[in-house]
């Protein structure tokens, strides 16, 4: 192989461990791209300058956490795509024991997602495609059928929010509306009926008025729209929402407080 990979020779203890560092860094940084294929165990032995069995450990090791497909024969090892999701269900379960559910704590959640649900809805107007406009139009059909149960309605409405997130072209909005999902799911099912003894109808009018504001690619409608849905969910007056609907934080796009 020509690539001219950035291996050194390892010398401590859990050599492996060592092995597969490097590997997984080339990795990251792009070095190896999905595709590529490692040396041979006995080329890869050589360059770090350890035996065989090291070299498998280190490869099962980069396998279980998902970075490659292991190959027998002669043909090394196969760099895999990596894709954020892989990694969320994880973060998502450790962030959900962290934080302990309850009132207060659910005020504090949709204090963060007003900020990251507006950033997305302004990111996903400039970036979203025909086919995201598609499936989360289907969204809007699904969460419609439900009627008034609000149980049936509400993972819709967090697979919309999440269709939105990864719409708006920006993995790191992906990743941080994904760490909220299961905080959502522990704190909202069992309020459900308490927070929204309507039914869904309003929630649904406003996702139905942000996607379409989303689409108009107006920003001032889009802002307008959050605001509906802040108020639809009532966990915060208007005003602390958008004052008077004038001031802005300005963080490399338009956001109102």
């Known amino acids: 192989m020509s690539k001219g990979l950035p291996f ?20 990251f940084d792009g070095v190896l791209e999905p595709g590529d294929s490692l040396p041979s165990e006995r080329e890869l032995g050589e360059m770090f300058g350890v ?26 090892s196969t760099v895999k795509e990596i894709e954020v999701t892989q990694y969320l269900d994880t973060i998502r379960e450790h962030l959900s024991y962290l934080i302990h559910v309850d ?6 959640l ?18 979203a495609t025909q086919k995201d406009f598609e499936e989360l139009d289907q969204l809007i059909g699904e969460m419609d059928a439900c009627g008034t ?7 819709i409405a967090v697979e919309f929010h999440q269709k939105l997130a990864l719409a708006s072209g920006n993995n790191i909005f992906y990743i941080i509306w994904n760490m909220f999902h ?17 039914g869904p109808q309003g929630l649904l009018r406003s996702n139905r008025i942000l ?27 208007k005003e602390t929402f958008l004052k008077n609907g004038k001031d802005r934080l300005e963080a490399g796009q338009s956001m109102q407080d």
């Open 8 to 27: 050194k020779r390892v010398k401590r203890a859990h050599l492996y461990e060592k092995v597969a560092d490097q590997i997984k860094m080339a990795i």
């Open 51 to 76: 035996g065989r069995p090291t070299i498998r450990e280190a490869l099962r090791i980069l396998h279980l956490m998902g970075l490659i497909d292991i190959n027998t024969g002669i043909r090394g």
């Open 103 to 108: 009132d207060q704590s659910i005020q504090n």
């Open 110 to 127: 949709w204090e963060v997602r007003k900020y990251v649900e507006l950033g997305i809805a302004h990111s996903a107007s400039r970036n």
């Open 149 to 155: 149960d609000i149980h049936a309605y509400f993972p």
């Open 182 to 198: 299961d905080i959502l799911l522990k704190g909202y099912l069992p309020k459900l009926e308490e927070l929204f003894p309507k």
């Open 211 to 237: 996607l379409s504001a989303i689409k108009s690619g107006d920003p001032s409608g889009i802002d307008q729209a959050m605001q509906i849905h802040a108020e639809e969910e009532r966990l915060f007056p």
